[in-house]
């Protein structure tokens, strides 16, 4: 496979929540100004359902690689309705579907996905590997989800941050969409507070080195992107819930792939797991590993 890191991947079988994904591709890589490679992958379709109905018959694989094409092709002419302009490529691979992703995603600047969906054959594909591929691609991942959500003139980029390696990363990947897209950035630190802080007579309030760190942390960056109109904000609350709420029919919501957060405690692992599931906006998860 060829690939470059300037390209944008999206992955495509045919549902609705590929189409959505599909639409949010095209849109950024008109943004980015990079090429877009369309890809359906189609291998092993009948391991899962063996596992609960037994051996099953195979396939002609004739007819499996023609309805590919037929899915295929039907995404790259929704492209070209779109955006025909726009540099396109397509890919049957015949693999499963998680390794298919992941090897794409070694050769990509940006993969995208649906939230969930069904393989033309009743595998399921996005919805049971979108959380995998995100936390173990080599570049970001996006999930789109609520893509049918109205969104208001204020909406804006969320980014969850901590104190991590992941960090500096997860910042560039929100500053630089925030920037493509003339839009503005929310940089979010959740602090929980202890349950027993009322009866152990500690503050409510966020401790002062977490507020300092934050403050700290977006100096440098709001320097390099004077364009961005950027709000850091320390909220309240458990890491997953805090960042789905101050996502709520936002633009994009950006988080880590893993890390432990020295600030809560938490797992941002965990955290983006957990944000996959519930954000009503699109989600990009951020390897460590992503260029900073």
């Known amino acids: 496979m060829t690939g470059s890191q300037d390209q944008l991947v999206v992955g495509v079988d045919g ?6 994904a599909l639409d949010w591709a095209v ?3 008109r943004a980015r100004r990079c090429g877009l490679r369309a890809v359906y992958a189609y291998g092993e379709f009948t391991e899962g359902l063996a596992m609960v109905y037994g051996r099953l018959p195979e396939p002609d694989r004739a007819e499996v690689v023609a309805a590919s094409q037929q899915l295929l092709d039907a995404a790259l002419s929704r492209v070209a309705e779109l955006d025909a302009t726009l540099p396109v490529t397509g890919a049957i691979i015949e693999k499963a579907p998680p390794r298919a ?3 794409e995603a070694a050769h990509a600047g940006l993969l995208v996905i649906g939230s969930r969906g069904l393989k033309a054959f009743g595998a399921a594909v996005l919805g049971s590997v979108g959380a995998a591929v995100a936390g173990r691609a080599a570049c970001p991942v996006v999930v789109v989800r609520g893509a049918k959500v109205r969104r208001g003139k204020d909406a804006a980029v969320v980014v969850g941050v901590d104190a991590t390696d992941a960090t500096p990363a997860v910042l560039r990947f929100a ?9 503005a950035l929310r940089v979010v630190l959740c602090w929980r507070r202890e349950p027993l802080t009322e009866l ?3 503050p409510a309030s966020p401790p002062p080195q977490a507020e300092r760190w934050l403050a700290e942390s977006l100096a440098g960056w709001r320097e390099q992107y004077p364009e961005v109109a950027v709000r850091g904000e320390i909220v309240r609350d458990q890491a997953a819930a805090g960042l789905v709420g101050a996502a709520q029919d936002q633009r994009l919501l950006v988080v880590g792939a893993r890390g432990r957060h020295s600030l809560a405690g938490t797992l941002l692992g965990s955290v983006s797991q957990a944000v996959l599931h ?4 699109p989600v990009a998860v951020v390897p460590v590993s992503a260029r900073d």
């Open 15 to 20: 549902s609705g929540a590929a189409a959505a």
């Open 27 to 29: 849109a950024e890589a």
């Open 101 to 103: 992703l992941l090897d």
């Open 175 to 183: 500053f630089e969409h925030a920037s493509r897209h003339a839009l």
């Open 200 to 202: 152990a007579w500690r």
């Open 278 to 281: 519930h954000a009503t906006c």
